[in-house]
């Protein structure tokens, strides 16, 4: 049953708007001609009759209108046909379940019917399972209180979990929820997801770190950029937080926002955006962190059934836990 039609449409972004060899060519050839046209018409208003001259001043006139046309409208013509993909995301909230407000969410993955939870905060994280209809957690592990947990994801039967600056990704077994191992790395630890292959993880920057999961060494990093609408120009795209694979895609939180941004994994660059303001709770929208003095209960937290093609959307110490189907799709090509 649907119990709600609000519709989340895929951010129109202006990325790759146009390949600029494309039309400079004919542009700098009307430009030319009509060069060409202006000398000729003053050559024969010093040397040949009036009625030439009549004529050459129509042709001119001409040759403007159709230069002017073509300059104004044919890059917003290219714009619209080579960035179809990401128009044609569209994803339907089809339910609400509860989410505990005490869970400062920092990484979410779905199994097996049940969602995964890492969350942080110093003295209250935790890693636990979680059964989506009623919000009830089925099974929780307490880190010691010097620990600020952030991503996980799971691999077979291994659980991994991010720590914020302590430099340490836990292990798990899935089945007992017993931590098995650790692996250490340098710099913080964001969001984690995988790719089939490789761990990936974010640090809050721009860079994505493919990372090999028996030994935790970077295999690669890319950079992740996108383009600004108004001046075109790219930049990298930073604040990455809480991440998921989704068929061929790394969707990414941006911290401090309440888009999601979709992520080619072989280059970085930014496919589209999706927005999520529409679902953020009241009681959410202006929390601040007395701490950081920065907005608290953000956007963080995707999970991915990929048999139901469902996406499970929350934010930090939201109560609510959305679930979109997606409708039509360039997940499905
Ligand atoms: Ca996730």
């Known amino acids: 049953m649907r119990l709600f039609t609000r519709y989340s449409r895929v951010q129109k972004i202006p990325q790759n708007n146009y390949n600029f060899s494309e039309f400079v ?12 046209s202006v000398l000729i018409s003053l050559w024969y208003r010093v040397l040949i009759c009036d009625l030439y001259m009549y004529l050459m001043r129509r042709i001119f006139r001409c040759i403007c209108c159709i230069f002017l046309i073509f300059v104004l409208f044919f890059p917003t013509a290219v714009s619209c046909a080579q960035n179809p993909l990401a128009a044609r995301l569209e994803l339907r909230e089809v339910a609400r379940y509860p989410h505990d407000v005490e869970a400062f969410t920092q990484g979410l993955f779905y199994e097996a019917g049940f969602l995964y939870e890492s969350t942080g905060e110093y003295k209250f994280s935790t890693l636990r399972q979680v059964e989506i209809k009623t919000g009830k957690v089925i099974r929780k592990v307490r880190l010691p209180d010097k620990y600020f947990a952030e991503g996980m994801h799971i691999i077979g039967n291994k659980i991994y979990q991010l720590t914020w600056q302590a430099g340490y990704c836990f292990i798990y077994d899935k089945s007992t929820l017993k931590m098995i191992g650790q692996f250490q790395y340098k710099g913080e630890g964001w969001g984690l997801t995988g790719d089939g292959k490789y761990l990936i993880m974010s640090n809050g920057s721009d860079q994505l770190n493919f990372i090999e999961p028996s030994n935790f ?9 996108d383009v600004d609408a108004k001046t075109k120009k790219s930049f990298p795209l930073r604040n ?24 080619n994994p072989v280059t970085g660059e930014v496919i589209g955006r999706i927005e999520f303001s529409a679902f953020v ?11 950081w003095g920065e907005r608290r209960s953000v956007l963080n937290g995707i999970a991915f059934d990929p048999q139901n093609k469902r996406i499970y959307i929350t934010g930090k110490n939201w109560k609510i836990i959305y679930e979109f189907e997606i409708v039509s799709d360039v997940l499905q090509k």
């Open 25 to 36: 060519f004919p542009v700098i050839f009307v430009g030319l001609f009509t060069c060409v």
């Open 217 to 225: 060494k970077s295999v690669r990093k890319i950079s992740v950029k």
């Open 240 to 263: 990455l937080n809480e991440l998921e694979y989704i068929n061929g895609e790394i969707w990414a939180n941006i911290w401090q926002s309440t888009q999601i941004a979709r992520i």
């Open 281 to 291: 709770p009241t009681e959410n929208r202006n929390e601040l962190s007395l701490r």
